[in-house]
């Protein structure tokens, strides 16, 4: 006996506290007494019972004797099992919200729920509404986004003051004045407050209850009393639990036998009995853990399956429990191996753990349900428990209950659950995530506290979740994100707490590697050194932790906390110090660098990462003071000097070599700038404190000339030289200047042997989303030197760095560059002073819309392009703005998608070119040569001038310390520098005779810069071009005059001609007297047009001659046309040509013979009517009437939809989104062809070069299937499985057109004439009605071509139908069970499926169906089918005339005779009549359609007639049909058509309704019911709807028999009905007409008497199904995809698992929705498909088409293989949004949607999956494509 009780007796259990006040009410140590005995008298095995006992012992402690006010109907237990939330749900408590203005909304989200973000509403990113404060909210034309919950816990911001930029008027959460204004005050009062010197925790004595609460409901003190002492003891219980729970699970050598019993426990008698713990992570897959469970635990793979699933959902399993621990151990070291969470724990323990889960459950339970109407008082209670120090809470434990945290002041008990939160597992910890989530809505003082113990322990929980939590994904760090997003806490905690110093010591400490057992130290050590290839720059944990720190900086109040304060600064500055040229670069001169290390890529996030604070850190100065920005600016400088320039032992060398000056002589002035080889010198691309200086110069306006002249300084040069030299200055430019120099140098192709690593540094330096992060600060640190410094210093560093000080004083030979790469350096060059002379973005502080606008221009001027494609060419801040998208509305349109397969695409508006600046910093070259042509052709037709001239625009700088930034352009340095840029050029094209390497990049970027400097400092640019002499004297303008007629270079010259126009304004002498006018130039140019004259008449010569020799050719052709016309007329006839043979490309004609390709396949896609729903019988009502026009309502609207359309589409209500009830589909095969035709030869060759490469490809999946016959047309890739015949024979028998009654005369008089036929007679079936045994797909008479000897021409033929009857036997074999009708036993004659009716008619109704709602106007459906598809069905026919003759071979007609005579028999009832023993079952049990299918494969000249006979069968069959269908329906809700519409179609329709049905009594009375409840009009209006279909079937069918005699008449009237026009074509006598015709009065008697006396009409369940009239749909997605997440549990439930699954499947056919890809539910018995081929074997057969929920995709299924398509939901701006990566919301796209039901109708499914298949090789299955 391990349990307590063994020691004392139970009265004592409750007296031993030694405070008398302490005894406790009977339940409360009842529950004690439980929990403490329960792991031993539970045997250690925990199950769901023991849960249902602990949540009943803990409900009875809590509610005593008060049951009944927590649960309805005044019960006093809960059900075993449940819990009280879900009771109070059931009963609907919480249905109606409360409504209390100023309250936050805090619904929680639960996983897979969805969740909507405003980016014009929120104030930062992390605020979200669930759906229904969405819903009620209006967010019209803003930029919305949906995103899917995949972790319970996050919260809706609705009704929160401090998540919105404005009041979002949501109706169930007021806004409330007061609340605001709470909490201005309060962020007011916490600035103001000085912070204490030791941060006070705040306490559960220092929370207020709620005020204003209305529902508040009175509690009984006793109730509260024993309320909290139950959740008090619940909290220590787990807390004590938790005490002994190991941080970590075993590393990869479990300890000993020895170590593991010295374990801590709370077990007071230490049994040895031991349990094994495998944990979840985010790395194994569940395969390879239940490989692991099978291998060692001897589990089946279905329990191992089973325990990987309850591992993965509550993120542990116990898997073993044993005294042995030994064996215990070596499992636990298998499973170490592996890398894989495990631990062994004695059982006592491990069972505590399980009772804390479930008490952790239980207090998730409390914050969700309600007391009476209170919702607030249980949370508020929990939270003033959890805000209590701790108690003890086991009787024995001999340890101090004050436990001390060693860094924290009276702990509380929320800090201890913070702390141990990493010792938890997955599914506790989310509820512990939720728990507090739900504390933090009840008010503002509880979010404070919360956040202040947060805080208070936040280093232990950043060390946990760094260096020891093994599921990252569910750590509380994440809980930061709901803290630190809301300023008023934030600035609290910051504060007080002061948390931004403490995250960046641990930044400082991590990164420098100062961590000693499993802690982070602190306070760090300043003087750490920081080395790359430690273990945290590898950690991929740490970007998290700088995200909190933006997020904290981020908010307003903190961000005046960092503006005034300047230990903020100062201590930033510190950390950045660390980070300060990191992993310097040096270049490989002589040879490849050895090995290349990929740690620039983790430096690289790091970095970045920092540089994304410093951004927020400067943007915040904005707020400051002058005096506070010149301070910070101070400091900062100082640190870069301190780390850069101050020389002691402890320095890096290789990170910061020492500063050498030398002196420099350029252009006369010797200038004394720093020496630094790029070459050869070490260079980091890191160095953030150039990044912060730089923003800090950004505040112009701060540093504007008034503030600073208050603030005693004159300017930005004497703030900086205040306390630092010129020196120094030039010290601190020179790394930015550096990394640009060595960029230059990569870009040319300098650093190639330093391998790929330096390039892909570049590239992310370079990159448009981060550039503005770390390239462009560099660009903006030199721009502000031109400020602060004397610019020509400026300019001759740079020169220097970019060694090309002497290539600028003449010298075109460089020592260490050879000639291309000193192109690509000067091109390089003059790129960066392009960039710091002319771009003013952060030089005047230019608006984020502004500088938004300017981005996207730029973007667009290259060329319309896709919403990503823009967005990758802008940088991420801009692209997260809330303004990025209404500017890019104003400035560009937007091209909505049209075709299926094409994306919405951007346009810049007209106007807007005219902001464009090809010279715009952030165009490569190829870009700028782009946008330069555009806009030369747009000014080309603007002003009509051969040549225009792009004119730079005036840099207006308004004001701030750069608007002297222009007066750059008075250097002497700058021209001496056009002077030789454009000499050199010059003088090497004269020498060589050709333009050297980017000559024209650079001319156009000098000349750019000389037209922008004329601008800018006319007057003294023009003194100094004329004034400054260099090179054989020549000043800037000579040069230019030689430049401006220079034969290599006239593209320049309209621009040359301006600038020195511009010139000559200010020195017009000098300019005159250089310049030559284009006459004297003149000759000079001749050579050169006299040799393009001469080309000129060379060609036109050429060309004359070629004209008349042509002229000669065609002549003669003309001759011997007219003489091959006289030939003619006595050859003989040549053969008919169908084109070529695929394969040999030779002619096709009667000669050989040949057949089409063609696909034989099974399907379920005709439907029928469904009786017992009323929708459908409603549907069929309101048919249209004409099925060949397209139909109205799906007029297309446009693209993104319209607000109101949104509103007004409908929610998902149906579990089945309108799809058609899978049970009512119709089974047959569907036959398609590709046009393509083959010779049979070639056909046997080529199906034998498939089996080859199936042998050769072994493992590879192939997109065809031998065994089942499939092969792929080698020319388009359909799929296909047969050869059809082409049928070249003579053209068909004329066609009978006696008058109908003469013909059934006639027919009588000819079979009494004939004898009887016993063949035939035998050769139909006994049990049918009347059907033909050699028809059948499953004939045991069938024999191959192979068995019967034949005439050459019919054996080929044979074979031809050989395969059609493989095919059709093979599936006839599988699908029995499909099929309704009773046929024979297989084996018997006439088993397996019947061909005219389930292949022939089967296609041509298909067929027909994809044609409903197309059309236009004078074209019938008939006209709409294509030729290949009439030859198909030639074919086919002919097929069934082949099997004809194969059964009756020896007749010299080949049966034709008796056949025909079979056919007229069974349809004139007066001869079925006879004998009537030989046709048990009725016609019109019979679908009459086959019967012609029939007529037209053995006797097409009677189809006329055999056609109006049908026509009534099936008018017959279809009141039959209606009586059955109507019977269900009520009338009272189908729609009443005004009046008869189709009286001169169908006559009485009363008196032949009743006539059909009144030889069956039972029938009768039904009828006359229907007749009586849905009165005429109505019955005429479905007996429309139903036959039409026939009719459009028919006509298909003859025009594919007599192309001719069944052709359109021109002259027929289009606007009556399809129906009219049908049976005008067709000649049949309409209805109406039926009392004149006596021969057909007399055959439906005859029919229907047969039909009412047989049993089928008796029971009323006659065995008529109609078919679907109406065009056929799929299933019904919603307009909006996010509606689909709406309802999802009633709408998106799986019906295997029960659940709402993660990743849902929609079957588009019969809208069940699937689990995708799932474990829960596999089919494992074959291959462990999933559970969409489940679905697809039972509801379509081979075919499937699912819609794919979380990957915005469709995919398709055809027999194991499958393929995925695009998705027809595009978003806003009329992309995919795969996977919902971007979360815009998505609307469904017409056309894309129309294409997936045209794919589908056409049975293009398995055609598809198989071209996929066929451009891809892969060798593991279609899955993993």
């Known amino acids: 006996m391990s349990s307590l009780s063994s020691f004392f007796p139970a009265k004592l259990l409750g007296s031993m506290h030694s405070n008398p006040r302490e005894r406790q009410t009977e339940p409360l140590s009842r529950l004690r007494f439980t929990l403490e005995t329960m792991p031993g008298s539970r045997k250690y095995n925990f199950t769901p019972a023991t849960r249902a006992e602990i949540l009943a012992e803990l409900y009875d402690a809590f509610w005593g004797p008060y049951a009944h006010l927590f649960l309805p109907n005044s019960n006093s237990s809960l059900p075993l099992h449940a819990t009280l939330s879900e009771v109070q749900a059931s009963v609907g408590q919480f249905k109606e919200p409360q409504v209390v203005p100023g309250r936050p909304c805090g619904h929680i989200f639960k996983k897979g729920e969805s969740c909507f973000r405003c980016k014009d509403c929120a104030l930062d990113d992390s605020c979200v509404l669930c759906s229904r404060c969405f819903e009620a909210t209006d967010h019209t034309d803003h930029n919305v986004s949906f995103f899917i919950a995949q972790q319970s816990g996050g919260c809706c911001d609705c009704g929160d003051v401090e998540a919105w930029r404005h009041t979002i008027n949501c109706p169930y ?72 729970s190991p941080d970590e699970t075993f590393g990869p050598t479990p300890p000993t036998d020895v170590t593991l019993r010295l374990q801590p426990t709370a077990d007071p008698l230490m049994l040895e009995q031991f349990a094994l713990v495998i944990w979840n992570d985010d790395k194994h897959s569940f395969d390879e853990v239940i490989e692991l469970l099978h291998d060692i635990t001897n589990r089946s793979r279905e329990e191992a399956s089973q325990i990987a699933d309850r591992i993965d959902e509550q993120g542990r399993e116990i898997i073993e429990m044993s005294s042995n621990s030994t064996r215990l151990l070596e499992m636990a070291r298998a499973i170490a191996q592996i890398d894989l969470g495990v631990t062994v724990r004695r059982s006592f323990d491990t069972f505590r753990e399980q009772v804390s889960a479930v008490i952790i459950e239980w207090l998730l339970d409390l914050t969700r349900s309600r007391l009476g109407t209170d919702a607030l008082i249980l949370r508020e209670i929990l939270a ?59 008010s503002h003082e509880h979010k404070l506290a919360i956040a202040s113990h947060f805080a208070g322990i936040y280093h232990r929980i950043i060390d946990a979740y760094l260096l020891t939590d093994r599921e990252a994904e569910t750590s509380i760090k994440y809980f930061a994100l709901q803290l630190f997003t809301v300023p008023s806490v934030s600035l609290y905690i910051v504060r007080h707490h002061n948390i931004v110093s403490r995250l960046l010591a641990i930044i400082a400490a991590f990164f420098t590697n100062q961590i000693s057992d499993k802690r982070i130290t602190f306070p760090p050590n300043p003087d750490a050194e920081i080395d790359v290839d430690t273990f945290p720059f ?119 070599p020492p500063v050498a000056f030398h002196e420099v002589v350029y252009g006369e002035t010797t200038y004394k700038i720093i020496d630094f080889d790029v070459m050869d010198g070490p260079i980091s691309f890191h160095h953030s404190l150039q990044w912060l200086l730089a923003e800090l110069f950004k505040h112009i306006d701060v540093l504007d000339e008034e503030p600073l002249h208050a603030a005693g300084y004159d300017n930005l040069r004497d703030v900086c030289m205040r306390h630092v030299s010129e020196e120094a200055l030039l ?209 080309k037709k603007k002003l009509g001038i051969q040549d225009p001239v792009i004119a730079p625009k005036k840099m207006n700088i308004p004001r701030g310390p750069f608007v002297t930034l222009p007066s750059s352009f008075e250097s002497e340095v700058l021209v001496q520098v056009f002077f030789y840029g454009i000499y050199n050029i010059l003088t090497l094209t004269d020498a060589t005779g050709a333009a050297p390497p980017s000559a024209e990049a650079i001319l156009d970027q000098i000349l750019h810069l000389a037209m922008v400097a004329i601008t800018e400092r006319p007057e003294v640019f023009s003194g100094l071009a004329v004034h400054k002499a260099y090179e054989e004297g020549k000043n800037l303008v000579d040069i230019l005059c030689a430049f401006e007629y220079h034969d290599k270079y006239p593209t320049y010259r309209a621009r040359v001609q301006w600038t020195l126009d511009r010139i000559a304004e200010h020195q017009r002498d000098e300019v005159g007297a250089r310049r030559r006018s284009p006459e004297s130039g003149s000759k000079a140019e001749d050579p050169k047009e006299a040799k393009k004259r001469a080309a000129k008449a060379r060609q036109e010569a050429i060309m004359r001659q070629m004209k008349a020799q042509q002229e000669k050719v065609a002549f003669n052709f003309e001759d011997i046309d007219d003489d091959e016309d006289e030939d003619q007329a006595d050859t003989p006839e040549a053969p008919v040509s169908y084109g070529t043979c695929i394969v040999c490309q030779e002619e096709l004609n009667s000669t050989k013979s040949f057949g089409s390709l063609g696909f034989i396949q099974p399907g379920r896609q005709l439907r029928k009517q469904p009786d017992g729903f009323q929708s459908y019988t409603n549907e069929a009502m309101t048919c249209p009437d004409s099925l060949d026009r397209p139909q109205l309502a799906t007029r297309d609207p446009g693209f993104p939809p319209t607000p109101d359309e949104i509103k007004n589409s409908k929610r998902v209500q149906s579990t089945n989104f309108d799809a058609f009830p899978a049970q009512f589909t119709r089974f047959g095969l569907h036959a398609s062809i590709c046009s393509h035709m083959m010779h049979l030869d070639c056909f046997t060759v080529y199906s034998g070069s498939i089996r080859q490469r199936h042998r050769n490809q072994a493992t590879r999946n192939h997109p065809e299937s031998i065994p089942r016959k499939e092969y792929i047309c080698p020319l388009c890739k359909s799929l296909g499985n047969v ?75 044979h074979k031809m139908v050989d395969t059609v009857m493989v095919v059709a036997k093979n599936i006839s074999q599988q ?386 293989n499958g393929a995925f398509g695009q998705s027809p939901y595009l978003d806003v701006h009329g992309e995919v949004d795969v996977s919902m990566r971007r979360g815009r919301r998505q609307y469904l796209h017409r056309a894309r949607w129309e294409e997936v039901h045209k794919i589908w109708l056409n049975h293009g499914i398995p055609t598809l999956i198989a071209r996929r298949l066929e451009g891809t090789v892969d060798s593991g299955g279609w899955e993993t494509l």
């Open 384 to 442: 003033s428990e959890l805000l209590s120090p701790r108690k003890n809470s086991s009787l024995l434990s001999a340890k101090d209950p004050s436990r001390v945290l060693p860094d924290v002041h009276d702990p509380t008990r929320l800090d201890w659950l913070f702390l141990y939160h990493a010792r938890l597992w997955k599914r506790p910890r989310l509820n512990l995530k939720e728990i507090y989530a739900s504390l933090l809505t009840v």
């Open 1375 to 1760: 699908s029995r069970h499909l099929r309704e009708r009773t046929e024979p036993e297989p084996g018997e004659r006439g088993a397996g499926m019947y061909l005219p009716e389930e292949l022939v008619g089967y296609t041509i109704s298909a067929v027909e169906v994809a044609l409903r709602g197309q059309g236009s106007p004078g074209r019938t459906v008939a006209d709409m089918i294509t030729d290949p598809q009439y030859r198909m069905i030639r074919g086919l026919l002919s097929c069934l005339t082949k099997l004809v003759s194969l059964s009756f071979k020896f007749r010299p007609d080949e049966g034709r005779e008796a056949v025909r005579q079979a056919i007229i028999k069974r349809l004139l009832p007066e001869w079925s009549r006879t004998s009537f023993t030989t046709f048990s079952h009725p016609l019109l049990l019979r679908d009459p359609f086959a019967i012609l299918v029939e007529t037209a494969a053995v006797a097409p000249d009677m189809l006329k007639h055999i056609m109006v006979l049908t026509y009534y069968a099936y008018l017959a069959r279809t009141v039959v049909g209606l009586v059955y269908i109507l019977n269900k329906s009520r009338s009272s809700v189908t729609p009443a058509p005004s009046s008869r519409k189709y009286e001169d179609l169908f006559g009485d329709t009363r008196m032949f309704f009743m006539s059909v049905v009144r030889h069956s009594p039972i029938f009768e009375q039904a009828a006359e019911g229907v007749l009586s409840s849905f009165g005429e009009a109505r019955i005429e209006q479905l007996l429309y709807a139903f036959t039409l279909p026939f009719l459009r079937r028919a006509l298909i069918l003859c025009r594919a028999t007599y192309p001719n005699a069944f052709a359109t008449p021109p002259d027929l009237d289009d606007s009556v009905c399809e129906y009219r026009r049908l049976i005008k074509i067709l000649d049949i006598p309409p209805l109406a007409e039926l009392p004149t015709q006596d021969t057909i009065q007399n055959v439906l008697s005859g029919w229907c008497a047969h039909y009412g006396h047989s049993h089928a009409a008796s029971q009323l369940n006659c065995g008529v199904m109609l078919e679907y009239p109406s065009i056929y749909r799929l299933a019904r997605l919603p307009l909006v995809l996010d509606h689909l997440y709406l309802d999802q549990d009633k709408t998106m439930t799986c019906a295997r698992c029960k659940t709402v699954p993660l990743d849902a499947a929609i079957c588009l056919f019969c809208g069940t929705t699937v689990c995708f890809q799932s474990h829960c539910c596999m089919d494992r018995d074959n291959q462990y498909r999933g559970e969409c081929n489940m679905h697809t074997r039972e509801c379509c057969g081979p075919i499937g088409l699912y819609f794919l929920v979380k990957r915005c995709s469709l995919l398709y299924l055809y027999a194991n």
């Open 731 to 939: 010290t601190v430019i020179d790394y930015p200047l550096r990394v640009l120099a060595m960029i230059a140098q990569i870009r040319t192709g300098l650093w190639v042997r330093n391998g790929f690593a330096i390039r892909g540094q570049l590239l992310h330096y370079r990159d448009f989303m981060l550039r503005e992060l770390c390239y462009d600060q560099d660009l903006f640190i030199l721009q502000t030197a031109l400020v602060i410094l004397d610019p020509n210093t400026v300019f001759v560093s740079m020169l220097d760095r970019f060694q090309l000080l002497g290539y600028f004083s003449g010298a075109t030979l460089h020592p260490s560059y050879d000639t291309s790469h000193l192109a690509g350096m000067v091109e390089e060059f003059f790129y960066v002073l392009i960039t710091i002379l002319t771009e003013t973005a952060s030089a005047t502080k230019m608006p984020l819309p502004v500088a938004v606008r300017r981005e996207i221009v730029h973007a667009l001027a290259v060329g319309p392009c896709s919403f990503t494609d823009l967005v990758k060419r802008v940088a991420e801040r801009m692209v997260d703005d809330v303004c990025f998208e209404r500017v890019l509305k104003d400035v560009a349109h937007f091209k909505p998608p049209e075709s299926t397969s094409d994306f919405g695409t951007y346009e810049l508006k007209d106007e807007a070119y005219d902001e464009v600046n090809p010279f715009f910093y952030h165009y490569t070259r190829n870009k700028r040569e782009e946008v330069e042509i555009v806009l030369r052709t747009r000014l």
């Open 173 to 244: 959460h007021p806004y409330s004045p007061e609340t605001a204004e709470y909490i201005s005050s309060f962020e007011a009062k916490t600035l103001l407050n000085t912070p204490r010197a030791h941060p006070k925790t705040l306490t559960s004595r220092d929370i207020p209850p709620v005020k204003n609460y209305p529902f508040r409901t009175h509690v009984p003190p006793e109730l509260r009393e024993s309320i909290s002492r139950t959740i008090g003891y619940a909290v220590d219980f787990v807390l004590d639990t938790l005490d002994s």
């Open 538 to 656: 590898k950690s991929k944990r740490f970007m998290p932790v700088f995200s909190d720190l933006r997020y904290l900086c981020h908010n307003e109040p903190v961000q005046e906390l960092i503006a005034h304060n300047r230990e903020f600064i100062a201590q930033f500055a510190q950390t950045c110090q660390i980070f300060m040229c990191i992993n310097p670069n040096k270049r490989a001169a002589s040879s490849h660098v050895e090995y290349e290390t990929d740690a620039w890529i983790s430096v690289f996030n790091v970095t970045l990462s920092l540089s994304r604070v410093i951004k927020i850190y400067g943007e915040a100065f904005s707020k400051a003071t002058v005096g506070e920005l010149v301070a910070a600016i101070n400091t900062v400088m100082h640190h870069i000097l301190k780390c850069i320039a101050v020389g002691d032992d402890r320095r890096e060398l290789a990170r910061f």
């Open 1283 to 1357: 050869i059809l015949p082409v049928v070249v024979s003579t053209p068909p028998p004329e066609l009978n057109n006696l008058a109908f009654p003469d013909w059934v005369r006639a027919a009588g008089i000819s079979i009494l004439k004939s004898k009887p036929d016993p063949i035939v007679e035998s050769l139909q079936f006994r049990t049918g009605s009347g059907e033909f045994v050699f028809w059948t797909a499953q004939d045991s008479a069938y024999q191959s071509h192979l068995r019967v000897a034949d005439r050459p021409d019919s054996t080929e033929l």
